[in-house]
């Protein structure tokens, strides 16, 4: 057996190995996006602005889409049904124009990189939504006073949100919500803004237990 006759039985032996073994999630999650895997890259750089003007443009596009819905009078259903529609014309066409609309045409290691580091945070993301409910499932069983207070409270609060403002504009502001998020948490805005609030609220809990023991 010469030398290439030796080297594709290896090749074969590897893929009839790898064949066998189960995929991880990492790799299965990148296997079901390697047709987006052009345009996930400068998705990504959108949604955590790498660039300055990128939040005034995600609020600008979701804020250009919400006039044309309002001017339009479209009803939800009608809505919700061009929505899908377009997601399917998008998942169907971005396999094949993906690298040509993004200029990526060869897949280096560093964007494999990226793109590894893409999944991972998606698979972070749907293992955070799975403990969300398993925690209030577990609450729902060990603690059903508190689960009971805590959903009708929320459902509550939003009942009474939704009646004081329109429906279309409450979906506005939770649309730019969701897409400015992934920005916010990347550029460590929260703990910016929302921690100088919470110093103050352990301060003013730290001086009523004080208060107490003088007491």
């Not at 999630?25 to 660039?51: A, C, F, I």
């Not at 094949?96 to 609309?101: E, F, I, R, T």
């Not at 060990?142 to 504009?169: C, E, H, R, S």
Request: aromatic letters at 14%.
């Amino acid at each position: 057996m010469d030398y290439n006759q030796r080297k594709q039985f290896q090749q074969a032996a590897e893929t009839m190995y790898q064949s066998v073994l189960p995929e991880s999630p990492l790799q299965e999650m990148k296997r079901d996006l390697e047709g987006w895997r052009e345009v996930l890259l400068p998705l990504t750089s959108l949604l955590r602005w790498d660039k300055p003007f990128y939040p005034a443009f995600i609020a600008g596009i979701t804020t250009f889409l919400f006039l044309l819905i309002w001017f339009t009078g479209m009803s939800a259903v009608t809505t919700i049904s061009l929505f899908f529609l377009l997601v399917g014309v998008v998942d169907f066409i971005v396999p094949h124009l993906g690298p040509k609309v993004t200029g990526i045409t060869q897949w280096t290691g560093a964007e494999e990189t990226e793109f590894s580091a893409i999944c991972e945070h998606i698979l972070n993301i749907q293992k955070d939504i799975v403990d969300t409910w398993l925690g209030l499932s577990a609450m729902r069983q060990q603690n059903p006073k508190l689960f009971f207070f805590v959903i009708m409270g929320f459902l509550t609060t939003t009942a009474w949100i939704g009646n004081l403002f329109d429906n279309l504009f409450l979906t506005y502001l939770l649309v730019t919500f969701i897409l400015l998020l992934p920005g916010i948490r990347h550029n460590n805005m929260a703990n910016k803004y929302i921690q100088p609030l919470v110093n103050v609220l352990m301060k003013l809990r730290q001086g009523a237990k004080d208060k107490k023991k003088e007491i």
